[in-house]
């Protein structure tokens, strides 16, 4: 049975009832339910105004088309009984773009197929035809050296260095997003594209056709959310490292950079700054004055950002009232302890809790914004359990398997909402992880706690492009790597370089790392605290070195009126600011494939360097004419060339004639 309402179609049979209706321009939402009722979840697509369709009925089929996009669906049969509604979306000249498989694709094809697994909800499947040469981009945030995820089977769930944002950019011009936050996993295989969800209770896609990639991925961030607009302190260069480990120490490395005249945005003071965690403030014996020394790293230009976890110490002063009041993650089976890290047993905060959220809010208000700092780095926003069993984990939203994937969001939300409840609107939060929708909360997101490698280097690049495409356009890396880099060794410091001038063409510049050898510290009882990482400044690792990092730093410098701008148009369209080649450069096919160098705006080509002592590296420069930003060479487009690599330089190159005026004052450097 079919029925049209305004701006959608109800199709019912055999205990199925399916909903498609639009969604935004050139968009439609497809919902499906097991007899029931379709659910109205808002877990990342914002309301949208019905858009003028075009719905045509007849016997055992139905067409509903909202601009470029047109969805088909019709009586499908498995053996004798027709028994599910087949969908098929086509573009505007009639061209399919993808649809649901069929009785070629397997005996008996059931396109979405629900499993019961107890408690009324479902796992859930569902099957779409795949096509030869289809590319496929975006979906966040996996550790691979891969840029086309054609041939990938990606976890969706949120871990440590990857962030699940299950949206999708086809070469074959269409997008595709999963809105559901379930436990699961995509397969983009040769013969099928499968998406499965653990538990859950309905099938929830959108779909949206474009004539560009860029059409398409900037289609999608209008309906879940642009990001704001960057404060200046997002624009220049961000230091940290594992850790700064009390006040006095924080306020020396601001004065060094002070007395050596580089220009310095943020600071950011890290984990452990507190007495137990899950305390929500600084320990008074290693920060005995906040506010004085918030005031004073503001008076030299520079914000302070404090690093906030979500685990709670079984020995934390707020433990037994928030653990009283459920506002803590539930454990189904076993010892309540969700995290053990350094001398602590932990259980998180239950971001998906609206009670939960206002409460550490409360205490980040009081114990910080009070205190003059604004800025939050959201660490284990995942979050990093232990253990990944997410069977075993219960949120105020619903089963772990059903809603996991939503944390990391509802994290970002609460310090986005608390902030702007205070009168702040300059919002940046740096955080670990991200689903869909975290971009319109001011998500920066990092790549999580990645190696000191030259492999771990290399996969941080596709890993921008594709955050970019999935709508994180505010992206960032711990520069030279979090894990593996001692301050003395040679390899590391070339590594170190490479990333640092890289790091410069990204949307935040943030250098950070637990660097080795590390010192440890007590406190006046004779307790062991959290070691502190080697040096991490510019000036930690030679004159050389430091000159270079500073020439690097003035540089951004230099392009802080582009990268503004970059900002602005992010902010107002979700364009990403690291972008994949063919975001520009769409209909020139070499570009489809380069995984090792990127756009980073409209007018700046950037071919970081991603092995060690090499000389030279192969750049493709597509049509139009290219100006080398260091040196000033020009070349034609349309071809590829060999570039010098020197440690003082990567191949960057400005498009047409742009910021010209660049290369003559990196020179005057």
């Known amino acids: 049975m079919v029925t049209a309402e305004k701006n959608r179609l109800i199709w019912k049979t055999s205990g199925e009832t399916v909903v498609i209706e639009t969604w ?15 659910l109205d979840t808002d877990y990342a697509l914002l309301p949208q105004d019905p858009s003028a369709c075009i719905i045509e009925t007849g016997e055992g089929f139905a067409k509903i088309t909202n601009g470029k996009l047109t ?57 779409f035809k795949a096509y030869e040469g289809e590319k496929l981009y975006g979906m966040g945030q996996y550790q691979m050296e891969k840029l086309n995820l054609k041939g990938c089977i990606l976890e969706l769930a949120q871990q440590n260095t990857q962030a699940s944002v299950p949206f999708v950019v086809s070469s074959r011009g269409y997008g595709f997003f999963w809105h559901n936050p379930a436990i699961g996993r995509v397969t983009f295989g040769e013969n099928k594209t499968v998406w499965f969800a653990e538990s859950t209770n309905q099938c929830d896609y959108w779909v949206v056709a474009g004539d560009t990639p860029a059409e398409i991925q900037q289609a999608y961030a209008q309906v879940t959310g642009l990001p704001p607009m960057m404060p200046e302190y997002g624009l220049g260069f961000w230091q940290c490292k594992a850790r700064y480990w009390n006040q006095e120490q924080v306020l020396e490395v601001a004065r060094g950079y002070k007395k050596r005249n580089i220009p310095l945005d943020v600071l950011i003071i890290d984990f452990f700054h507190w ?25 030299m230009g520079i914000e302070p950002m404090v690093s906030v976890w979500t685990p709670v110490d079984y020995r934390s002063e707020n433990f037994q009232e928030m653990m009283d009041r459920n506002l803590l993650v539930h454990v189904e089976q076993g010892v309540e302890i969700t995290m053990r890290f350094f001398d602590g047993e932990t259980i998180y905060v239950d971001m998906t809790n609206p009670d939960a959220r206002k409460y550490v809010w409360d205490k980040l208000k009081n114990n910080y ?27 105020y939203m619903g089963p772990s398997l059903q809603v996991g994937n ?10 986005y909402e608390g902030l702007k409840a205070e009168g702040h609107d300059d919002i940046v939060n740096l955080v670990r992880c991200a689903w869909a929708g975290s971009q319109r909360y001011g998500a920066l997101v990092w790549s999580g706690d990645v190696a000191s490698t030259w492999e771990s280097f290399r996969k941080q690049i596709c890993a921008g492009m594709n955050m970019g495409m999935a709508g994180i356009s505010w992206w960032t890396t711990d520069i030279g790597g979090f894990y593996g880099g001692n301050i003395e060794d040679p390899e590391f410091k070339k590594l170190l370089l490479r990333w640092f001038q890289w790091g410069t063409f990204c949307p935040v510049m943030r250098l950070h790392g637990a660097r080795q050898p590390k010192t440890d510290h007590y406190n006046s009882k004779g307790e062991l605290i959290l070691d502190e990482g080697a040096p ?10 430091e000159a270079l990092f500073t020439k690097y730093i003035k540089i951004r410098e230099i392009m802080r009126p582009y990268t ?18 063919f975001y520009d450069f769409p209909k020139d096919a070499n570009t489809w494939e380069l995984k090792d160098q990127y756009m980073f705006g409209p007018d700046i080509l950037v071919a970081p360097v991603v092995e060690p002592d090499v000389p030279t590296r ?45 290369v003559d004052a990196i020179k005057n450097l």
């Open 618 to 662: 192969t750049v493709y420069l597509p049509e139009g004419n290219w100006k080398h930003l260091f040196t000033g060479e020009e070349f034609t487009g349309g071809c590829s060339y060999t570039i010098s690599t020197p440690k003082e330089e990567i191949p960057v190159f400005l498009r047409n004639g742009s910021h010209a005026e660049w």
């Open 24 to 38: 935004g321009k050139n968009a439609l939402r497809v919902r499906s339910v097991m007899m029931g009722e379709i």
């Open 406 to 415: 939503i944390y990391p969001q509802m994290y970002t939300r609460t310090f």
């Open 369 to 395: 914004v009070k205190n003059g700092i604004h800025l939050f780095w959201l660490d284990e926003a995942e979050p990093g359990y232990t253990k990944y069993d997410y069977e075993n984990y219960r949120h």
């Open 71 to 127: 969805a088909e669906i019709v009586s499908a049969s498995s053996g004798w009984r027709k028994d599910h509604g087949k969908i098929t979306f086509y573009k505007q000249d009639g061209t399919v773009l993808f649809g649901d498989i069929d009785e070629k694709d397997g005996p008996s094809p059931r396109p979405r197929r629900f499993r019961p697994c107890g408690g009324g909800s479902y796992s859930l499947t569902c099957s």
């Open 564 to 581: 503004r701008s970059l900002m602005e148009t992010t902010h107002k369209t979700g364009e990403p600011v690291l972008r994949p080649m």
């Open 536 to 545: 991490n400044e510019i000036w930690s690792y030679g004159p050389e070195l």
């Open 275 to 299: 007495p137990r965690m899950g305390d929500f403030r600084f320990d008074p014996e290693f920060f005995p004055d906040p506010k004085g020394m918030a005031d004073e790293l503001r008076s």
